[in-house]
């Protein structure tokens, strides 16, 4: 099946929806299987690509939250290990478990945090991905070669989940399809359809890649825009309060040798008492995040110069070896939908629900905000009970606590074919089918041919970028081979596609532009952008 050809012409139809979701991040794709699943008639219309915006910038972790518990937050922190379970069984093939390290430099520390964390295994239950223990010194040295050992005490090992966000959301708008639903990438919504009474009743979008307008009717429309949820609260009522305050995370990627582990570092405390992880990635090696309020919104959010300064500084006083800044191979940045607080000035993230939020309007419109990733079933799942609620819709229980993830295997692959799953073995297959099929398209990394086509033909992809940066990962992994890998890919999908060469020289300024800022050469400096 060809999941990217077969929706677009349904713009057209002129029969009435149950359900249309804007927004194909986490949030919107979860909502859009959970109303599919249930056998409603449902449509999803994503203004980019699936997961362009926060959903492919995370720092790849499927958590309960370690420091929420010691905010106190039992309840945030124990839905979130139910779902964090449910997810590695349904999403096998993407979502792993992983051993974090906590170093200690004195026994109050360890003390501490191991209480801590036997009180997040007991609450994990029969989810928990492992048990957490003390490690003497000389097992943190054997774990972690690579970490600053003076006055090392010892650390608290404990287990957690990582997994490939974007991957995960181009296979959720798969089992989304495959259960009756519509996915559209490249669809954006311009103004919100209302009846007499005020209700909203559908949307008017234009279709990007058609350059066409349509009006689409349903009987409940849901706002899950992440970080954009304002701009569709304000098409509903001009002027309205903001619901979402802006959290800007950066995250740098270096080679795996500078901690020679294949266990993640988990750092509880930092200068700005945030937390600081380096989680290995894609056989490289994820350190951040940054926490920084801003006011303004973007696709492309760009990290600043201080926020990577300030990463480098935390992580140099626990690596060994020294991070320079030639060393990053990716830097990105990512906007966290943070949850406003209603009637408070406050600008400190850190007093921002990290929780979701779900408003309905009078005027009908659902929006469901903040969370995060680890909770996006259970988020979809309240997002579509509440549509129910408080529209005609025939009541239907939810059916995705076991519904398993498009692609999802228990099989342990190997290969870096294996974040495909079952779809590996058509990968291969194609690689017969197509010429050069099987040929690398970088000499460092093990990417091939077929794996573009598979995206263009299979995975929705329509552009260099959506390839490189979401389906590949590569402008995450190393910016500067996924600039070297692009006139390749763009020749092949231009094949695929039948496009001509004045789109192949497009595609590659276009995604050469914005893999540009994915280098430390081109830091912005923080007066470029408003902070709050």
């Not at 010691?70 to 779902?83: F, T």
């Not at 110069?305 to 020294?322: C, G, M, P, Q, W």
């Not at 690689?431 to 990394?445: K, L, M, R, S, V």
């Amino acid at each position: 099946m060809q999941y990217s050809k077969q929706d677009r012409s349904v713009l057209e139809e002129k029969f009435e929806w149950d359900l249309i979701v804007i927004g194909g991040g986490a949030t919107g794709l979860g909502t859009a299987l959970d109303s599919a699943a249930r056998g409603f008639k449902t449509l999803l219309v994503e203004q980019s690509d699936f997961a362009k915006g926060t959903s492919s910038r995370s720092t790849k972790l499927i958590h309960g939250g370690v420091r929420y518990l010691a905010q106190g937050d039992i309840s945030l922190v124990y839905q979130a290990l139910k779902e964090r379970g449910r997810l590695q069984i349904n999403a096998a093939h993407l979502v792993s478990k992983e051993e974090f390290i906590i170093p200690c430099y004195d026994w109050f520390s360890v003390i501490k945090y191991l209480t801590g964390l036997k009180i997040y295994d007991w609450l994990a239950g029969k989810y928990s991905f492992g048990k957490s223990r003390f490690l003497s010194r000389a097992e943190v040295q054997e774990k972690i070669p690579g970490l600053v050992d003076k006055s090392l005490t010892g650390a608290i090992s404990y287990f957690d989940g990582k997994f490939d966000d974007s991957r995960l959301a181009v296979n959720i708008a798969q089992t989304c399809i495959e259960n009756g639903g519509n996915v559209l990438n490249y669809v954006q919504v311009i103004k919100l359809l209302k009846n007499v009474e005020g209700k909203v009743n559908g949307v008017e979008v234009i279709d990007l890649l058609t350059n066409t307008s349509h009006l689409v009717y349903a009987k409940v429309v849901i706002n899950a825009t992440g970080v954009f949820v304002d701009d569709i609260l304000k098409m509903n009522t001009p002027g309205a309060e903001k619901m979402v305050r802006p959290s800007q995370g950066v995250h740098l990627v270096i080679d795996s040798n500078f901690l020679g582990s294949n266990s993640a570092l988990m750092i509880p405390k930092t200068s700005d008492n945030r937390v600081l992880f380096a989680v290995p990635w894609h056989s490289k090696l994820l350190v951040g995040t940054t926490d920084t309020p801003i006011q303004e919104h973007s696709l492309e959010p760009r990290a600043l110069e201080e926020e990577v300064n300030f990463i480098l500084d935390t992580a140099s006083k626990y690596f060994k070896r020294k991070i320079d800044k030639k060393d990053v191979l990716s830097v990105f940045a990512g906007l966290r939908p943070l949850a406003a607080p209603s009637k408070n000035d406050s600008n400190a993230t850190k007093e921002i629900s990290r929780d979701h939020k779900l408003l309905v309007e009078k005027s009908g419109l659902i929006t469901i905000t903040g969370g995060k990733w680890t909770t996006y079933r259970k988020m979809s799942e309240e997002t579509v009970d509440t549509a129910i609620q408080t529209s005609k819709l025939e009541d239907r229980k939810c059916v995705t606590k076991d519904l398993k993830i498009h692609a999802s295997t228990s099989l342990q692959l190997s290969g870096h074919l294996a974040i495909y799953g079952t779809d590996m073995d058509e990968i291969i297959k194609l690689t017969y089918e197509i010429p050069n099929g099987a040929d690398q398209i970088h000499p460092f990394y093990p990417n091939i041919n077929a794996e573009v086509i598979w995206a263009v033909r299979n995975e929705m992809a329509y552009t260099v970028e959506d390839v490189l940066a979401r389906r590949m990962r590569m402008l995450f992994i190393d910016a500067k081979a996924a600039i070297e890998m692009c006139p390749m890919v763009a020749q092949l999908m231009a094949q695929e596609m039948q496009k001509s060469p004045i789109w192949i020289e497009q595609q590659i300024l276009e995604f050469t532009q914005i893999a540009s800022e994915y280098l430390l050469e081109s830091f912005h400096k923080k007066e470029e952008v408003i902070i709050i």
